[in-house]
């Protein structure tokens, strides 16, 4: 996970040196979330559903896996290329009508990109499969996979400028097709991934389709909070999109480190033990989440002491000056107040979805939009960026407070 780390936080020091803060950067933040925001939702539902899925056929019905795979890859292929396809032509056509917010330069950098940059769907749709059936194995390779895109992006950044047009566009999908090719051949060589089929004739998936429909509308409303930070940000003038980008990099850097450790290793945990009908979910989980709550608050604060130097010496470098990094301090310093919230919230999640109570975990993302629009909507006008950021913070403050009490409330969902 450090190693990934380290090569993201060196991409984006090539990006800010590069780039700074200017229109190439707000066209390509604008387009990769917007691109990413269905993959994103993809992965957040398979790595919830598929690992104690995968779990209980183990337990129950192992000889059902290997078609279900292949059965799963064949659909995760088709809905790859209509979504490719969709943002291809529903992406350029959005841009067109002004639709996103951007204007001047950064709408025709982003028109540009958009063709290339469609390429993410069906790769990243294709990696957040291989990465949940690796997280479902009990193997953790593809943690340290996800640091291919970036390296690759690095490179291309670091290039001459007349050998690669559009570096930040093809070295974004090379890196991903880089990364579908290994997290494969892992998966191949494991015995893990089988030729794809087309059809649903697993009974698998009658497991699958029962809490789908749940599922999806939770992480649907919980991720869209990225795009409404995207269209409000883009409103806010050049620049905007690019000072919230550094920050919630450079945020992500840190985030991500405890996130993906404490989800994939909490999740896999807590579906063993509800498999095997063991008792002490609830108190474990939050005992966990108060743990992890302190935890953030230390990363916390140790974070924004360091803020200043550490945009300096990341960002500040070519294009990237001084103002910049102010700028990026302040957004970041305030971003930080989410860290312990969030840390808990994931224990708490992954314990609920153990247990199989999606219902809790989709109403907890359909108040996270409601309180992310009204918030912004109230705090945007007045405050700016900062009130962008406040809202994402109190959004994840609200989250935390409900997914703890939904945990202790629902004892009997734990052992049934």
Not at 393 to 399: I, K, Q, R, T
Request: glycine share 8%; charged share 10%.
């Amino acid at each position: 996970m450090f190693i990934g780390k380290l090569a993201g936080a060196a991409k984006e020091m090539a990006i800010a040196w590069r780039y700074g803060v200017s229109e190439t950067v707000d066209a390509y933040v604008l387009i990769f979330n917007l691109i990413n925001w269905p993959v994103s939702v993809w992965f957040s539902i398979l790595t919830v559903v598929l690992v104690p899925l995968v779990a209980r056929l183990r337990h129950d019905d192992p000889k059902e896996l290997p078609r279900f795979r292949a059965e799963f890859l064949g659909l995760t292929l088709l809905l790859g290329l209509g979504l490719g396809a969709f943002a291809y032509f529903g992406l350029s056509a959005a841009l067109s009508w002004g639709w996103t917010g951007l204007s001047g330069k950064a709408l025709q950098e982003a028109l540009k990109m958009t063709p290339g940059l469609a390429l993410m769907a069906p790769f990243g749709l294709a990696i957040g499969l291989f990465s949940a059936w690796m997280m479902a194995c009990g193997y953790h390779r593809n943690t340290l996979l996800e640091a291919v895109p970036a390296i690759v992006i690095l490179i291309a950044l670091l290039a001459p400028p007349s050998w690669l047009p559009e570096p930040l566009v093809w070295g974004t999908v090379t890196g991903l097709a880089l990364q579908t090719v290994a997290l494969a051949w892992f998966l191949r060589r494991s015995g893990e991934l089988q030729a794809p089929l087309l059809g649903f004739h697993s009974p698998a998936w009658r497991g699958f389709w029962s809490i789908l429909g749940i599922m999806s509308l939770g992480q649907f409303l919980t991720s869209f909070t990225t795009v409404v930070d995207q269209l409000f940000a883009a409103d806010l003038g050049t620049g905007a999109l690019s000072t919230l980008s550094y920050a919630n990099r450079l945020l992500a850097l840190m985030l991500s480190i405890g996130a993906t450790a404490i989800a994939r290793a909490t999740l896999p945990i807590f579906s063993e033990a509800q498999a095997s009908r063991f008792d002490g979910i609830v108190p474990l989980a939050r005992l966990w989440s108060r743990w992890m709550f302190l935890m953030g608050v230390v990363a916390a604060v140790l974070a924004a002491i360091v803020a200043p130097m550490v945009v300096e010496l990341l960002f500040q470098r070519g294009s990237f000056t001084e103002q910049n990094t102010r700028s990026v301090a302040v957004i970041f310093r305030y971003a930080l107040i989410q860290t312990p919230f969030y840390f808990a919230a994931l224990v708490l999640v992954s314990a609920l979805a153990s247990a199989k109570r999606y219902s809790m975990i989709a109403l907890s993302g359909a108040m996270n939009l409601l309180f992310k629009l009204l918030f912004a909507f109230l705090l945007v006008k007045s405050m700016g960026l900062l009130g962008l950021v406040a809202s994402t913070v109190l959004m994840y403050v609200l989250s935390a407070c409900f997914l703890y009490f939904s945990v202790g409330s629902n004892r009997v969902g734990f052992l049934k």
